[in-house]
Each structure stands twice: as C-alpha cells, then as structure tokens.
C-alpha cells in the first residue's frame, strides 16, 4: 500500500508487498525490494536500492545513490549521506549520521540509549569511513572522516579522523 500523499519519481520500482506512509518522497531510479515498510516523512533519494525486508522509521534521510541490503532498520531521525552502503542485518538508531561514501558492514549496531534509558542519540559517522562486520557503536560518539572500524570491535569513544581502530574495547591499531 502506497499513501496518497507519497511523492514517487520518475522510474521507480517498487515491490507490491511493501508499506509506504504519508508525507513520504522518494527520488528517481529507485528501487524499492519486498516487504519493506517505510514510516512517514522519509526521504530516499535519486538512484537508491533498498532490498527486502527493510524498515525506514519516520525522519529519516537517506542520500542519492544509496545502497540498503536486506533487513536493515533505522529507528528514525537518521540522516544517511550519498552514495552510502548499509550491509545486511544493520540497526541504525534513532538519531545516527552517517557521512557520504561510508561502508556499513554486516551486522553493524548503533545504540543510543545509556544505561538509564536516556536517549542521548546515535553515532554521528565522518565521509568515507568503512565499519567491519558486528561492530557495536555506543551511543552519542563521532567518528572522524576515512576512519576503518575492525570486524567485532566495540567503539565506546569519539576516533579521530583517519585512524584505524580494533578490538573490545576499541583503541588505535598502531602497525610494529
């Protein structure tokens, strides 16, 4: 079902099996897979794909040329650059930025809840940064620009720009 009040471009594909609320725009050339739910005042812009199975909650933005695999959420106010690529699996929280040309890997999880319940928002995310499979990214922290996340690593703390960090808890991988 698609609301009345959804704005769709030009050559958009969009399987019949999904969901798409009011006040919902949707740029051209995307492709929209099945069973996917995608909450009121979401923006998807030009040349994005986002596959089966994946729901978008309300506020959220996600860029031109986009790449969304399959059983990814967003729990909404999220803002998602261009040309970004959110892998299998993926949680985005509610309140998370992710810059242009990052690589999201499998499985990778935002928080933005502390342990009082408090929201205090997701992880802001610097342009071109690649995030390795099963990463957990605690809540309120910036990570800079071309920064490289290992695959498993928890990241608790704001890393500087072009640095690599691993392990739990994450720190600077520095090379012997």
Not at 35 to 47: A, D, L, M, Y
Request: contains cysteine; hydrophobic residues 35%; proline residues 3%.
């Amino acid at each position: 079902m698609i609301s009345e009040n959804a704005k769709i471009g030009n050559n958009v594909t969009i399987h019949p099996s999904t969901v798409i609320e009011a006040d919902v725009v949707i740029g051209d050339d995307v492709t929209i897979g099945a069973f996917c739910i995608i909450k009121s005042n979401v923006e998807v812009g030009s040349g994005s794909v986002i596959m089966n199975y994946v729901e978008i909650r309300s506020h959220t933005i996600i860029g031109k040329n986009c790449y969304i695999d399959s059983r990814v959420s967003t729990s909404g106010e999220c803002e998602i650059g261009d040309s970004v690529t959110l892998r299998y699996d993926t949680i985005i929280a509610r309140g998370c930025k992710i810059g242009s040309n990052c690589y999201i890997s499998p499985r990778v999880m935002t928080n933005n809840l502390d342990s009082g319940k408090n929201s205090i928002g997701g992880a802001h995310i610097g342009e071109g940064c690649f995030i390795g499979t099963n990463v957990v990214l605690h809540h309120g922290i910036t990570i800079g620009s071309k920064v490289t996340i290992g695959a498993m690593a928890f990241v608790s703390k704001d890393v500087p720009e072009n640095e690599t960090w691993i392990g739990i808890p994450a720190k600077p991988y520095k090379k012997k």
